[in-house]
Structure formats: C-alpha cells, structure tokens
C-alpha cells in the first residue's frame, strides 16, 4: 500500500507531480525541478519531508546507548539542542543508515532517520536499546517541513510567535529550539538541511501541517519537490543512502571518514572492521567527477581508472553548474586521467573536490 503525507492533497492541487519514493506518493515537482532548484539557491523554497522517521530515546543510559550506536561520538554534543550528524553501523562496518541525532537533555535524544529504512533501522535501534533500559518512541504525530535558501531563515522567523523570534535567530547551525507559531502551534526548529543552503527544517504536530505550509505559501515561500532536493544535496556534496552508500558500504568508502569518532575506550558497533580498514588503507574511494562534454553522469556508469574499474553512484546534470556531476566509488590510489563508459564510449571526465557548489557559487576548480 502506497503511504501518504497528509500534505499529499495540497501538493496535488498545487500542481505536483507524483511519484512512488521508498513506498510513499511524494511531488517530484511542481511544474519545473530547473526552476525549483534555482528558486532554492537564489531565495527558499520548501519541502514536505513528513515521509522521514522521528524517532525519540529517553531514558538514564541514553548516552551511554548511543556510545555504542553510532559510530560519530555523541560526547561531542554538550550544549542543549545541537545535533549530530552519524551513521549507524553493522558489525561488519557497512552503514545501515545515516542520520541526524539531537541532545535535548541528559535522558533525552532525539533521531531522524531515513524514510527507506524505518523498518530496519527500528529494528536495529530497539535490539540495542533493550540493555541499556532505552525507551525508543516512534514519533509517527510529527510532520516535517523543509524551508532553504538564502531567505528561507527570515521568512520562517515572521510565522514564528514574537517573543520566541529574538531566540530563533540567534540558533546556530546544526542546533534546535522549540518555539511556538505566531497561532500557537509548537514548533521544533533546526538549522539543519539536505540542499547546501541555510535554513531549517520544521517539526511540528502532523494536525497542524497543512495550516502551517499554506501560511508558508501565503507568506512567499514556494513548494519544491524531490527532483529539485536531489540535485541541490549532489551539489552540495551530500550523500542518498541507498545509491551512494549501503550496509555493505563502509563509511571510509563512501566520504564519511570525518563522521567516525575513534575516541579511546568507546567500543561502537563496527569500529573493530574500521579500525583495520583505515589501517590497511586500501579502502575503495568516493570522488567527485564533473563532465565538460555534453551529456549526463548516471548511476551505475562504468568508471574506468588508473587502478581499475568503479561505478557512477549519483549522477545529474547541475543545473547550478550547467554540466553534468557525479559520485563516483572507485578502487584506491590515485585515479589518474578517468573517463566514464556512457553507451560504448569512453568520454574522458575531471575528478574534483566536492562539494561542487557552496553557498549558491561553484567551487575553486569546479568549472575548470
């Protein structure tokens, strides 16, 4: 049975068209994707990602839960709604999600985590819950809007009760705050994101999420759909689990290493495989490629390279950029000159740094 948002009438009299994603009927786009990706660079746009998983852990042993858990270190979170982001891992060290975790007090944290594997990552997260006495509540009464872009910050401040305003804008990024709408809803914000753009991301009671897009919408915020949010997190260098990482992934493997937390004494699930691939340093290795030529990267390309073959992850056209850009997962070592086997040719490609737009402007070195 196909899932619904309860936005999903709204997004259809908007215009959206629909598209099965992860078992939920969810708006690609509203007309034009182009458009909506320009409009998020440029001023804000918004995004229901109701169809993502909240999920809250209470409980005295909480932190010491998610020591284990997580595979970043959750000591690094000591100030009252600043968030995390980790991936979860098995104990082979592949990653059976990636999420964001936020502190909101000593016994109290709370997860978002992929729409795709809420079954599993449940699963995974109540096995290893139980001897630590954790609580794990699926939070299924929580909507969430998206609002980025440049402008995305002030627009959302104005649908915010005064007096929570002054507080608001003060929110540093990757951090939270629960505040209440200018009609009383509550509303937990933070200053997190999927497009490379300032903004936030807006929990808030599933009953009031329709009341609380159309004041979007009246305020000057536009609707963008999932077209638009995959070509704006590729550009910003920001990984889809599923395409470029999987449970037979491991974090080193897929650009994550600044996510593993190797602190001394903290036996997390699957720090053992890592340890021993970092060490071996052999690891398969995730590059940014851009394509001068005409055309269009794709998943599951043949990448050939100087140490043998890889694969294209995600691949779009930029509309920032206007050229094509891809992750590519590739054997160790220097890559050397790479090209992509698009139908029988080989059409030569530059490897990059990414992100490959920050800010709304394309990297040093991006465009040649």
């Known amino acids: 049975m196909t899932l619904k948002t309860l936005l999903n009438e709204t997004h259809r009299s908007l215009g959206a068209k629909m598209v099965d994603f992860g078992g939920w009927d969810m708006p690609i786009h509203y007309g034009s994707q182009i458009d909506e990706h320009h409009l998020v660079r440029r001023a804000a746009g918004m995004f229901d990602v109701s169809h993502m998983t909240v ?39 592949g990653v059976i999600d990636d999420l964001i975790v936020y502190f909101l007090a000593d016994d109290f944290f709370r997860m978002v985590v992929n729409a795709s594997t809420r079954e599993k990552d449940l699963a995974w997260i109540r096995q290893h819950a139980q001897a630590f006495g954790v609580e794990v509540i699926e939070r299924e009464d929580l909507a969430i809007v998206a609002v980025q872009g440049p402008q995305a910050r002030a627009l959302v401040a104005g649908l915010v009760a005064e007096g929570d305003r002054t507080a608001l804008d003060k929110l540093g990024r990757f951090a939270a705050l629960d505040v209440a709408s ?116 794709r998943h599951g390309q043949r990448v050939l390279t100087a140490n043998g073959e890889g694969e294209i992850l995600s691949g779009t056209f930029s509309p920032t950029l206007g050229k094509a850009i891809a992750f590519a997962r590739v054997p160790a070592g220097e890559p050397g000159d790479v090209r992509v086997d698009i139908r029988g040719k080989e059409v030569p490609v530059r490897v990059v740094k990414f992100p490959f737009v920050r800010d709304g402007q394309p990297q040093p070195g991006i465009n040649g």
Do not use: H
């Open 182 to 297: 200018t009609d009383g809803v509550p509303l937990f914000v933070a200053r997190t994101g999927y497009t490379g753009e300032d903004g936030y991301e807006v929990l808030l009671p599933q009953a009031a999420v329709v009341g609380f897009w159309n004041a979007l919408l009246a305020a000057g915020v536009k609707p963008a759909g999932l077209g638009a949010r995959d070509t704006l997190r590729l550009e910003a260098g920001m990984n889809l689990y599923g395409q470029d990482m999987d449970e037979g992934v491991t974090p080193y493997e897929a650009a994550l290493a600044w996510t593993v937390a190797l602190d001394e004494g903290r036996a997390f699930i699957g720090r053992d495989v890592l340890e021993a691939q970092k060490a071996a340093g052999n690891a398969r290795q995730m590059i940014g490629l851009v394509m001068d030529d005409k055309g269009v990267l």
């Open 55 to 93: 999920v809250d852990l209470k409980g005295a042993r909480t932190r010491e839960f998610l020591r284990q858990l997580l595979a970043n270190s959750i000591d690094k979170l000591k100030v009252t709604g600043k968030a995390l982001y980790s991936c979860m891992l098995n104990a082979q060290g």
